[in-house]
């Protein structure tokens, strides 16, 4: 058993005792930083559409899952804040604003003109890991409305945990590869 898992274990049984005792759920999110510290990267197109992110079907739960040693993937007694698709589709459709400048929103569009392009992302990796960090990997396509060709990248993102690994600094880390993964769409496929 790594130093990760042990001290994720005795948090999570303390954040469940606490839970209990006070009868309120204990949530986690990642922080919004007031200002994205992100690269600016020019894009091709003036209105982008974020669809709705698919995550595999574990990560569609509430509690935050943690990858072991063996490659097991269980669930902690952490619960995200909000569902983690829409978390994920809102922080990138936020990021790729900041990052490119344009407009940008997640999907339904809401504006009355259509997007020149939509973003899909596709999950297949999306925990924490005993090593840790937190790990986001999948494809990513890019479709455009009319100009520009059609593009599917694939991705592989580890964002460190700091500090002593517990559910805060795992959302924390969540929110860091979800940056990471926007910079490498705007780089990657609206150029």
């Known amino acids: 058993m790594t130093k990760f898992s042990l001290t994720l274990a005795p948090l999570a049984f303390s954040m469940l005792a606490l839970g209990a005792c006070s009868g309120v759920e204990q949530r986690f999110d990642a922080p919004v930083a007031a ?4 690269e600016r990267v020019s894009s ?5 559409e974020v669809a709705a992110v698919t995550l595999p079907t574990y990560a569609q739960a509430e ?3 943690v990858r072991d040693a063996s490659g097991a993937i269980t669930p902690t007694d952490a619960l995200w804040a909000d569902e983690p698709g829409r978390a994920v589709t809102l922080q ?3 990021e790729l604003d900041a990052i490119t400048g344009r407009l940008v929103a997640p999907e ?3 504006f009355r ?4 392009v939509k973003v899909d992302v596709r999950v297949q990796d999306f925990y924490a890991t ?5 790990r986001i990997s999948g494809q990513v396509f890019v479709a455009p409305e009319e100009q520009g060709p059609d593009r599917a990248k694939r991705f592989e993102i580890e964002a460190l945990i700091t500090g002593e690994p517990g559910p805060a600094q795992i959302a924390a880390a969540r929110a860091e590869a979800v940056a990471q993964l926007s910079v490498f769409i705007a780089k990657n496929g609206l150029r």
């Open 35 to 38: 200002e994205i510290k992100a």
């Open 44 to 48: 091709r197109y003036a209105r982008i």
């Open 63 to 65: 509690e935050i899952h």
């Open 92 to 94: 990138i459709a936020r």
């Open 108 to 110: 339904p569009w809401p």
């Open 113 to 116: 003109d259509i997007p020149d």
């Open 130 to 134: 005993e090593t840790g960090a937190f």
